[in-house]
């Protein structure tokens, strides 16, 4: 405990409102610097959740026998039962709407041309995605004609909360794409 006598009490400086404007001042840049870490893990998070389904999808597709892969041009079972799966996935990893499309590409017993699939075939509103541009590859050791690409596609909107919009930094609009190539098997 200090004691201070008179003739010292006046030149100490009184800071308790200095203090309260520099907390005034730097809380809201601590708090959208917060806001920011916290909504960059949210994506970040999506994004490692739509690469764990695309890759579960592809492996699904890649085990499924040729005959059934020749069925997924209808809108039901099925491409329907992937992409339920898919999205159960993905909710179990905290997206809660799941997936807003599925692409299904394949060039099993083609002749090396590639078929393809979306899961609805209508496009859902604000989910622009597609497919790579790139062809399927050919893998040494496999034939071209033994490959299996899964594109999921996943809107931002609704599954993780837009914190920095009214700072202008909306991320709602944004679709995560995350597409997988494997290998035949069967």
């Known amino acids: 405990m200090q004691i201070l006598s008179k003739k010292t009490e006046g030149l100490l400086p009184k800071r308790s409102?200095?203090?309260?404007?520099?907390?005034?001042?730097?809380?809201?840049?601590?708090?959208?610097?917060?806001?920011?870490?916290?909504?960059?893990?949210?994506?970040?998070?999506?994004i490692e959740q739509t690469a764990f389904a695309s890759r579960y999808a592809a492996k699904i597709t890649s085990e499924t026998s040729s005959g059934t892969l020749d069925d997924l041009n209808i809108d039901t079972a099925p491409l329907a039962a992937l992409k339920s799966n898919v999205d159960r996935v993905l909710r179990v990893g905290g997206i809660p709407l799941g997936s807003c499309r599925l692409i299904l590409q394949h060039n099993v017993l083609t002749g090396g041309t590639v078929e393809e699939y979306d899961y609805p075939s209508t496009p859902v509103a604000g989910c622009d995605c597609g497919p790579p541009s790139t062809t399927l590859p050919s893998v040494t050791g496999a034939s071209a004609t033994d490959s299996v690409r899964t594109t999921v596609c996943v809107k931002l909107d609704g599954n993780i909360p837009d914190f920095l919009s009214g700072l202008g930094f909306s991320i709602q609009n944004y679709v995560v794409e995350e597409s997988t190539t494997y290998i035949y098997e069967l």
Do not use: C, H, K, N
């Open 17 to 46: 409102g200095v203090v309260v404007l520099e907390l005034i001042l730097t809380a809201p840049i601590f708090l959208m610097i917060m806001l920011a870490v916290v909504e960059i893990s949210l994506v970040y998070t999506v």
